[in-house]
Structures are given as C-alpha cells and as structure tokens.
Nanobody, 125 residues
C-alpha cells in the first residue's frame, strides 16, 4: 500500500487549505485513514481520522470546528479540509492508513502501518 499526500503550502492565518491522500496498491474501503502532524521540536500528534468500516470521523480537540476529514466514494482518497488556519497549525502533515485498527488506537500514530511522505503546511501571521 502506498500513500501520496499533497496540498500543503503557505497560507495566511485565517485562510484555508485542503490536503489529499491518495491510496494505491490496496483496497481503499478496508482502511482507516488518519492525518497526523509534526511541528519542529514537537512530537507527532493526531489531527483526524476516518474509519473504513463505517465512515465515522474523529477530530482532535485542537482543530475541531476548523478541520474536516472526508474520503471520496471509492475510498481511495482521503481529504483534510483546513479552515481558519492558525500559526500554530504550522507543521508537516502526514497521512496514514491501517486495515486493522481498533477504535482505542485510532489516535495513536504508532498503530498505523502505512504512511505517506508528508506535506508542509505553513501558516503566516
């Protein structure tokens, strides 16, 4: 399974970006898709995830109401719509996938088997 993340860039605070994560080499419907981010000097943190089995989405409190995770109908591309961006959202964003996650592990980056290459999001003040 390969993941290809795209859509990062430089945006002013208050702006929007949409990240995409394309899945290839596997059955998209089986996978829980997640987005994580890592800022310089900080640990990788959970942003959002959407389950393959039922489409239920989970979002970190720090981005709730601003970020939305979704996936297309064939489940081979996941999206992270980021609105009202803040300077503190600046980070490298990674998409991840796993076919056997249990609910209690969905926010734990170490439980995901497959990772994309990361895309830089920079929010300027």
């Amino acid at each position: 399974v390969q993941l290809q993340a795209s859509g990062g860039g430089l945006v002013q605070a208050g702006g929007s970006l949409r990240l995409s994560c394309a899945v290839s080499g596997g059955s998209g419907s089986r996978y829980t898709m997640g987005w994580f981010r890592q800022a310089p000097g900080k640990e990788r943190e959970f942003v959002a995830a959407i389950r393959g089995s039922n489409g239920i989405a989970y979002t970190a409190d720090s981005v709730k109401g601003r970020f939305t995770i979704s996936r297309d109908s064939d489940k081979k591309t996941a999206y992270l719509q980021m609105n009202s961006l803040k300077v503190e959202d600046t980070a490298v964003y990674y998409c991840a996938a796993d076919s056997s996650l249990i609910l209690s592990s969905i926010r734990q980056w170490s439980h995901y088997d497959h990772w994309g290459q990361g895309t830089q999001v920079t929010v300027s003040s």
